[in-house]
Each structure stands twice: as structure tokens, then as C-alpha cells.
């Protein structure tokens, strides 16, 4: 057992001195292997690869497709009639889908399917290039709707250049694929356009949101056109100044949302949205390892220290809050109300990668992998078509959390398409004549090294297996070195070369150096893969006195589909003293995997039930508990979860009052009704670490929640601790609150002597009212005008039995 502290990133359970350090001389960036590079296969990759392009592809298409998205194009070109349909930034998803679509179509070995793939491609590219206008522009949002004359007069807001970034990043993703460039044209005009429109004396306002920046990188790389380039920098070096717009007015800057509250070289904390963060830390570090800056380097640095220290979650991804979809104080890490965005942990993952390359430190893709296996992976189903929006570390059955096929705000499910189908450009980098492995992914790959070409052939189980063989094969011998990435989490490891043991030392960033020199060599590697408890800095408050399984990357959680009565997660304990095995599992709809048993305790509802200010320890009985990858959690059904679990009885929740069913007019983002009567202890209106219940996004208007009862009950009083999350969300105490008793005729009353019930915060607004016998109880609910509201706990009783 080892405990996590500030000094160490709280995703890698004791290992000390894992995260990379500033260098004053950093060696030469990495270059990464392109991802037509690189095959990838095996029993874990293969399926999920397979689902990506059969699921994810079509599933996003066919969506783009209904939702309006495909069409605004073809109104754009003059095509047909009609108006803009849907948000300003749905053509984005359209880049998104057409970036995925390239990857996979590298990646399809069918001669047949792959002409038909690239067919249909270039039919779409055909309808977006019709719709770019004779300077460059693009944006079916102000060609339809917007006006082309009120162009980037709100790019805090409207998202132009995160758009034209995708439409760039797709472009050329296009080019490397089919070297085509029908697609590369339109995205270099678009380039064109903003270098035109961009400059001192000109406009100045930096992206709204960051994306333009990575694209403009990977532009000059294809071009070697210097001015994208420059303009990239241009605009990272805007952040924290006052924006001249294009009519000569000033604003800005516009502060931490979106990280234009300081100068790039002064920021050392992460803050605002997650998404727009990573990307704009991704745009740094690749503006770093060009110019080799050395204040990007000490803030890149810094940065990073802040979000690993002190706002990871286990699982590998950020952003804690719904309200900014991002940062808030550190050490803010919950579980039920954890927001994790899917695309904030791929937005991570990039950067992750980047700064592994920057440092030549395997540590940066300790955390990639992290996220790839955890968070990212849980962003999809298995059969590639439904998706998670919002990524918490625990939920409820009835919470109304489950994945979806589409979103209105739908960022997720391309982002999820163009990052799992380039996943092999991640696997490999090189210098010189040195090759880098970063993933332990089946397939073969060729590495260009200086002294020419070589074939890398891996053959693992990984992540199930920490067994991995290299095939390393080149036509002619030369002294090369392959750098092989010993994990953070692995305690133990042996290495052999050509079946002789090497004696490689420790690691130094995160990799042990292997000389291979001949025309053919087979290095294998056996990583140690233990299952580990981790622990969560003292400071994380929603996981003190619980415990997280691990084993190898894989972070695990308990699903109540495989934890049958008397089980229960709100009654399942893991003390300390309990062991852990491994199990190989073959599940129809889950397929292959290693399962965790662990030999756990449950306790009854009976003991979890008393109120006593203090009580002797509760009695706990035997109980094998079931725990799966959280990966795969929510693939046979909606279903209840947790990754943390309670180690002693001191932790576990009280039981919910019994005979109690709850309803509402609309369940939003949260916990569900179960959160209402959950008898939590809330710190304060704003406290995020118990379960909580709210109608977001639902804003204004009538609301409601009820209790339905199993028998009539005899109720006299109703307190209600209302959830507000002021300066970090948008839900409020709202406006006013009354209640209704279902009367004998089965209708919905005021409850006489009842009147409305108080409004204040951090603390429990009680109303007492002569007794009524009734089967229900209906709290309802005016909100604020623009504001959703929630409740963290709703108790109800009778002054000759107490509250519940």
C-alpha cells in the first residue's frame, strides 16, 4: 500500500519521482512515427479498431447526416434552400468526422473497401470545398445565418478559427493519407485567410478557442510554408493582452475561461475549460520544441506540475466542473459529479504526447496511457456507437447517466473517431538512429531512421499481459538503440536480447536503452503486473478512507451487474486485510479480460441505518466482490458504478430511507433521485463530494421532485438543503418552493398550514404543517429565469418518529 501526495501525481500510487523535471539543456524533441507507419492488432486493439471503423465512422455519419450538419454545407454552396441547422460549431464536427475518416481509410487493408471508403470521402471533401468563399473563408454559420459581414466580431464566443482549425487538421490528414490535394487546397486557403486577416496593427484576438494553433503546426509541417508557423505563434503570444478587433475597438484580455488571463511565460496554473487548455498547452509545446523557447519550456513545465500534482483524476483525465467544463481549486476530484468531458481526456493525451517528445521522458506517456485505457476508452461503447458526453467515477442505476448515441453539443464522438483511429501514430518516435517504443500495441510498424528504414514487430496480450517481444529487422546492420518504455506503475521487470538477459540498469526518463545492431534482433520484455490499491492525496475529500484498484494501466470499478444481491455498492466494503486475484474472463457481451475478485465485505442495511452520534463498529459479513476495467463499465445496460470504495464501515453511506420511490419532472446532470434521500451530510450548497440531484440544463421555469410511498405515511415536516454551485456552476436556490400531498383521489394538493418553503443556502430549509396520511409528497420548484437548481438532500417526518 503506498499513499499519494502532492509531491507526486496522484494517478501513479507511489511511485516516487515519476514526474519529469525542467531541463536546462533538453536533449533534441522526439519525432513522432507517422500512424500509416504503423499497423496495429491483437486481441485487445483489433476489436476496438474494428468498431471504430464499422460503429464510430457510420455512427457519426449517419448523425452529421440528420442532425442538419452535411446539408448546411450544400445551403452554403448554393446548393439547395434552407436555413443553418443546429450550434455555430457544428461544422467542426464535420472536420472531425472527415480527419477520423482519413485515419481509417490508412488503416483499411480491403483493396474493395477502402476504394469505397475514399470515394465517399472525397464526395464529402467535394461538398465542403463548394461551400468556401473566393477569400478563403468557411463557416456555414455566418454564411447562412451569422452574415458574412459580422465575421470574427465575437471570436471569444463564436468559434471561427476553432473551426477553420479542423477543417486544417482534416486537410491534411487527407493529404498524408491519399495525397491528394483536393482537401489541402481549401484548408491552405482558409490558412491563407487568417494569415491575411491576423497582425500587428490588424486583428489581434487570439482563438475563442484554442485549436487553429495545432493546425497551423501541422500545416507548416506539410508545407514547410514558414508564415503558419509564425502565425501559430502569433497568436499563443496574444493570451493575457488587449485584442484590437477588426473595426479598431479594444477588448480583453478575456480572462481565465479560456486562458487569456496572463502571457503564455506567466501562466503556472491550470485554469478554465479542460478542452480549450490541453489544446492550448498542446499548441505550446510544439511551438517549443521548434524554437526551443525556454519560457514556453519553464511554463510548459509548471503547468503540468499543477494539473498532476493536484488535478488529475485516476482515470487519466481533468476537468472537474460542469459549469466551465473545466478547472476549479485544487484537489478538486470527485467521484459522482466528476466531469471528465471525453474530449478533455483526448485533449490531455495529446498534450501528454507532445511533451513526452519535447523531453525525450517516458512519464508524459505513463499519463497518455492512463487516459487511453481509462478515461478515453470509456468515452465509447464497445460496439463503437454510443457515446459518454461526461465520464464520472461513480454512478447511479437510476442517475439517469448511460451512453448516447448523439448529443446537441456533440465534440465527443468525432474527437473519439480521429483519436482511436490514428492510435498507432502514438506507439513509436525516433532521433537519429534511436527508436522510441511508447505503446505496447500488437502489429508491425517501420521506423525511418537515420540509417535507414527499420521493421518493428510486436507480438503482447498487453494491457491484460505485461510480456511483450520485439522483432526488430533492417536490411543492413548499423549500431542503433531502441529505447523501451519501462511504465510508472511497473515495480519489476526483466529485459532480454536475442534470449540473452540484458542488463539494462534502471530506466532514465522511463526507458532502458537496448543496442541492436544486426539485420534481424528479438528483444522481450516482461513487465511485472501486481494488482495495487491506490490511495488519494488527504486532500481529495470525496475519496478519503477509500480505496481504487489498479492493475498494470487499468483502473477498475465495481458495476452492480456483477455484484448480485445481498451485494450493493452503497454496502460493499474492501478492508485492507482482503486479497485480490486476477481472473481471466470471457463475457459475451464484453469480451476478453482480466476481472478483479477481491475478497470484500458487505454491511447490512440494518447496521448502515443507525444515527447515532457514536456507535460501536459496524458488523461486516464475507463477500467476494466483482470488479471489471472501467473502461467497459455501462456496455450491458444502464448500471450503477464506483471506482472508489470504502475500507471500513466508518465510510460507507447511510442507507437510504426505506420505502421511498422518487420521481421528477426532468433528471439532469447529477445523481438521480436516489441522491434525495440518500441521508448525505452536505458541507455546504456547493458541495460537489455526495451525490446531489438537479434539473441541469434544464433553466426557468416549474419544476418538481416527489416521494412515492409504499404505504401511507403520517408526515408533519419536510426540510429541503438546496445544491448551488455560484461562481463554479449554473445551478441556484431557486426563486420559490411549495409542497403538495397526493390526496385520496390520487390528485396533487397544496399542503394546508405548509407555507413556501426558505430559499437560503448551506443549511437545511425547514417547514412544519399540520399532519397529513398520504401515499406522496411533491416538492415543487420555481426556478430562477436562466438558472437550473438542485437538491442535495430532501428529509421528510413526523414529529412522533423523527426525520428520514
Known amino acids: 500500500m503506498s499513499m499519494l501526495n502532492a509531491s507526486i501525481a496522484l494517478l501513479l500510487a507511489g511511485v516516487a519521482g515519476v514526474l519529469p523535471t525542467t531541463f536546462n539543456n533538453p536533449p533534441e524533441p522526439l519525432r513522432p512515427v507517422p500512424f500509416a507507419r504503423v499497423g496495429v492488432e491483437g486481441p485487445f486493439w483489433g476489436p476496438r479498431l474494428a468498431a471504430v471503423r464499422e460503429g ?34 457544428n461544422d467542426s464536427d464535420v472536420y472531425k468526422v472527415m480527419e477520423g475518416w482519413a485515419y481509417v481509410l490508412a488503416t483499411e487493408s480491403d483493396p474493395p473497401k477502402r476504394a469505397a471508403l475514399e470515394a465517399r470521402l472525397d464526395a464529402l471533401v467535394a461538398r465542403v470545398a463548394a461551400a468556401q468563399a473566393p477569400d478563403g473563408y468557411i463557416n456555414t454559420y455566418y454564411a447562412l445565418k451569422a452574415g458574412m459581414p459580422k465575421r470574427f466580431t465575437r471570436e471569444e464566443h463564436d468559434h471561427e478559427t476553432y473551426c477553420m482549425g479542423h477543417l486544417i487538421e482534416a486537410a491534411v490528414a487527407h493529404f498524408e493519407v491519399t495525397g491528394k490535394r483536393t482537401f489541402l487546397d481549401v484548408g491552405i486557403r482558409a490558412a491563407d485567410f487568417l494569415d491575411g486577416l491576423y497582425g500587428e496593427g490588424k486583428f489581434t484576438a487570439p482563438p475563442g478557442h484554442q485549436e487553429l494553433e495545432l493546425a497551423l503546426v501541422k500545416l507548416w509541417r506539410v508545407t514547410a510554408e514558414d508564415r503558419y508557423a509564425r502565425l501559430a505563434t502569433f497568436l499563443v503570444e496574444q493570451r493575457g493582452r488587449s485584442h484590437r478587433g477588426l473595426d479598431g475597438s479594444v477588448d480583453g484580455p478575456w480572462g481565465e475561461y479560456n486562458q487569456d488571463h496572463a502571457p503564455v511565460r506567466d501562466q503556472t496554473q491550470a485554469v478554465g475549460h479542460a478542452v480549450r487548455a490541453a489544446y492550448f498547452y498542446s499548441a505550446v509545446t510544439d511551438l517549443a520544441a521548434m524554437t526551443g523557447d525556454e519560457g514556453y519550456r519553464l511554463a510548459l513545465d509548471a503547468l503540468w506540475r499543477d494539473v498532476f500534482d493536484t488535478r488529475i483524476f485516476i482515470t487519466g483525465g481533468i476537468g472537474p466542473s460542469a459549469h466551465n467544463e473545466g478547472f476549479t481549486e485544487p484537489f478538486d476530484i470527485p467521484t459522482y459529479s466528476a466531469y471528465q468531458e471525453t474530449c478533455a481526456s483526448i485533449a490531455l493525451a495529446f498534450w501528454a504526447h507532445r511533451m513526452s517528445l519535447l523531453h525525450a521522458d517516458a512519464s508524459y506517456m505513463d499519463v497518455f496511457e492512463r487516459g487511453l485505457y481509462n478515461s478515453v476508452l470509456a468515452g465509447v461503447s464497445l460496439d463503437g456507437r454510443k457515446f459518454n458526453y461526461v465520464n464520472p467515477l461513480a454512478a447511479k442505476a437510476g442517475g439517469g447517466h448511460t451512453r448516447r448515441d448523439w448529443f446537441p453539443c456533440a465534440c465527443c464522438p468525432p474527437n473519439v473517431l480521429r483519436f482511436l483511429a490514428s492510435i498507432g501514430g502514438y506507439a513509436y518516435a525516433v532521433r537519429g538512429d534511436q527508436a522510441y517504443v511508447n505503446l505496447y500495441v500488437p502489429g508491425a510498424a517501420s521506423l525511418p531512421l537515420a540509417s535507414g528504414k527499420v521493421r518493428v514487430t510486436q507480438e503482447t496480450d498487453y494491457p491484460w499481459d505485461g510480456r511483450v517481444r520485439l522483432t526488430i529487422t533492417s536490411d543492413t546492420p548499423a549500431p542503433r538503440e531502441l529505447f523501451v518504455r519501462i511504465p510508472g506503475w511497473c515495480r519489476g521487470f526483466t529485459l532480454a536480447r536475442n534470449g540473452a538477459p540484458c542488463q539494462a540498469g534502471p530506466p532514465e526518463r522511463g526507458y532502458v536503452r537496448v543496442p541492436v545492431t544486426g539485420t534481424s534482433d528479438r528483444v522481450e520484455l516482461r513487465l511485472d503486473m501486481p494488482i495495487e490499491r491506490v490511495y488519494s492525496h ?52 464484453l469480451g476478453r479480460f482480466i476481472a478483479i475478485e477481491a475478497e470484500g465485505a458487505i454491511v447490512s442495511r440494518d447496521e448502515r441505518e443507525g444515527v447515532a452520534l457514536y456507535a460501536a463498529g459496524a458488523a461486516a459479513s464475507p463477500a467476494t466482490l466483482t470488479l471489471i476495467p472501467y473502461c467497459m463499465w455501462d456496455n450491458r445496460g444502464v448500471a450503477s458504478m464506483q471506482i472508489w470504495i470504502p475500507e471500513s464501515p466508518a465510510f460507507l453511506p447511510l442507507a437510504p430511507a426505506a420505502g421511498i420511490t422518487a420521481t421528477a419532472s426532468y433528471i439532469g446532470n447529477g445523481d438521480g433521485t436516489a441522491a434525495l434521500f440518500d441521508r448525505g451530510a452536505p458541507a455546504s450548497s456547493a458541495d460537489q463530494t455526495i451525490p446531489r440531484f438537479t434539473f441541469w440544463p434544464h433553466k426557468g421555469g416549474i419544476e418538481w421532485v416527489a416521494y412515492e410511498f409504499a404505504r401511507p405515511r403520517r408526515i408533519d415536516r419536510a426540510a429541503v438543503y438546496w445544491f448551488d454551485d455560484s461562481g463554479v456552476g449554473q445551478c441556484r436556490v431557486p426563486d420559490s418552493a411549495t409542497l403538495e400531498w397526493r390526496s385520496d383521489s390520487g390528485d396533487w394538493a397544496p399542503v394546508a398550514g405548509a407555507g413556501p418553503i426558505g430559499v437560503k443556502k448551506d443549511g437545511f430549509n425547514e417547514v412544519r404543517f399540520e399532519p397529513v396520511t398520504t401515499r406522496g409528497l411533491r416538492l415543487r420548484i420555481a426556478l430562477q429565469e436562466k438558472f437550473s437548481a438542485g437538491v442535495l438532500e430532501w428529509s421528510i417526518g413526523d414529529a412522533r418518529k423523527g426525520t428520514e
Open 56 to 89: 464510430t465512422l457510420e455512427a457519426n455519419l449517419h448523425q452529421c447526416e440528420i442532425t442538419g450538419r452535411l446539408r448546411n454545407f450544400d445551403r452554403a454552396a448554393g446548393k439547395e434552400a434552407g436555413e443553418f441547422e443546429g450550434l455555430l460549431f
Open 538 to 589: 488527504p486532500k481529495v475529500r470525496a475519496s478519503l478512507g477509500h480505496v481504487a484498484i489498479q492493475r498494470g494501466p487499468i483502473v477498475y470499478t465495481m458495476e452492480d451487474k456483477d455484484n448480485a444481491e445481498p451485494i450493493t455498492l452503497a454496502s460493499a466494503l474492501l478492508p485492507v486485510s482482503g486479497s485480490l486475484k486476477a481472473r481471466p474472463t470471457d463475457d459475451p457481451r
